[in-house]
């Protein structure tokens, strides 16, 4: 896109005037430039001074933390015995996504990391993010990993082929070697369900054993458990032996209202050169932000957004329009691009509550999971495909929440009737099918558009007259 407009391909033009080299000897606009000429022009252009601010991974010091007082104060407060020999209380931490959920843990057990280091002490944080990991098992596995690389020392067990108790006392042997007291943190554990619907939930069995860990000694040191979640939820899930071993503090993390996302950026105004931005562009990433559901790490992919726009088109400052430009790809983008890389299954499972919502009366939009679940069967069994659990499809719809691609809420059916989880698309159903099928075997049920049609409706019916 590169000098694309007007004032890019000045940009770029000067970039490519006449200039000395290194022996003084002038080099014609017409001389081919060197590579090292080609990066040192980019460099030239860049809108930003530190880019990796406005990277979504990026550890942020504490004073750039904004709005977020009473949380820190709960997670200070909780996890402060630590410090003083105590064990500190388990911790369930949920709110909607881009919250700064991650962010007050991991920047208050850091600082306990360092005042336990000068104490000679050592804390362990042994964090996972639950999302791509199916079973119990994997879990467990995933947290060896994860304090082998920590203290630098051998998994010491294989991936398959022992047993998970196994797996749990290598986990407890690392543990009690290295660590003096330890917290694990399990991000987005509802979606740690596990295969099998007969079972209790993976996530259920997992905070059970963690949390009791010290209680029957298997752990010597203190251990407490945090548990991430955006399902306010949860815990009504959780069998009642894991409930009251588990036993949480809750913390809760609200949407940004505008006025604090646009604080957040202005705390990071810095990742532009000076004078970089123009004055209305973190006003409008922070309103374009707020209507997406106050989630900060949109805010800040939009703001990265509209300052590699303006590279791409060798601009020399971010303008509104590179905003609005900006945030018309990533609701454009966003959604197919994500589909493109899930697994055929969740293709399948993502088609079937589109079609759904596509082929449902328009004034009811959402799609009852048991409604999605049986278009899912119908289509698996026409494709001739493996079948997963209802609570696997549910399972992966739930995970494309998390990429923005549905909302999910949880329903009741009135007494006795039991729950159900309800999907809303947040894109373009119609334009997901679309992508979907132009890579797997769907393309023959799409091809069956009438009999689609006919099956969501004879399911949505059945479903509101039970
Ligand atoms: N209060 C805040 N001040 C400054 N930056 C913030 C704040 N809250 C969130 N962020 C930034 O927004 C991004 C997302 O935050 P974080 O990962 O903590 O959200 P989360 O609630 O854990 O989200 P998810 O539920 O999706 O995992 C991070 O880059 C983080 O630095």
Redo the contacts with the bound molecule.
Sequence with gaps: MRGSDQEGMDQSLRGREKHPDQDGETIGAESKQSIREMLDEDEMVSVFADRDLV??????DEE?????DDQLDSVVSYLKPTLHGNRPPNMLLY??????????I?AVTQQIIDLCHSKGKCFGVVSINCQPINTLDQAVYELIQTVATDVDAEVGVPETGVSTKRKYRRLYHLVNEHYDSVIFIL??IDLLSGRRVIDEPAYSRLLYQLSRASTTNAIEGRVSVAA???DPKFMEDIDGRAESSFNPRDVY?PD?DAT?LRE?LD??RDAFRQDALEDDVIPLVAAFAAQSHG???K??DLFRGAGDLADERGDDRVTEAHVRKSQEEIDKDRSLKLVDGLTTQKKISLYATAAVTRYSDPSQCSVPSPVGFSVYRWITDELDADQMTRETYVKYVKELS?YGLVSTARKSRGRGGGMYMEFTFTGDPVAIMERIVEDTRLETVAEQEELLQTIVDAQLQEFHTK
């Design positions: 990277e979504p991974n990026t550890i942020i750039r933390i904004v709005g977020r709110g909607p996504a881009g919250t700064g959920k991650s962010l007050i991991g991000d987005e991430l979640t955006n993390f940004y604090q957040i705390n990071r989630d900060a790490r805010a800040i998390t």
